[in-house]
């Protein structure tokens, strides 16, 4: 029987690998940038079965507070995800826990920077919480927290 700590060892997965535990400390900031395509708000419909005509349908939502469409809101946050999953803490890190606040909406179009920022490190319980907001301009449209799980650099 192979040995599963080894496995973990497994020099090739070194370079999937985000950050370690050990690597990050309060402060640490990435941001990144998206532009909201058309074909985004599409397929995100299609792919989670969300067809609200408020994301869709430009006659109904030019009815509605927004004065047109928006874009959904979890497809913001998914940027978000986008961020801690590829950049920090990046590769490796399980999702625990998020906290979601809509501020404002999102439209076709719209450049969506997305920040996430450690606010804590628990070396014990091998968790990270992080700050994150998503902003259009100068317009905060998404805030909340972040918790993940993130992995020890194995002692060599």
Known sequence: MADQANNRQDPANDDLHGYFLEDLSPGMTVSAAKVVQESDITQFAEISGDTNPIHLNQDYASRTIFGGRIVHGMLTAGYISAVLGTELPGPGAIY???????????????????????????????RVTLTTVCSVGETVVLEGEAVLMVARREAA
């Open 96 to 126: 625990v826990s998020q906290s979601l606040r809509f501020k404002a909406p999102v439209r076709v179009g719209d450049t969506v920077v997305t920040r996430a920022t450690i606010d804590a490190v628990d070396m014990k319980r091998r």
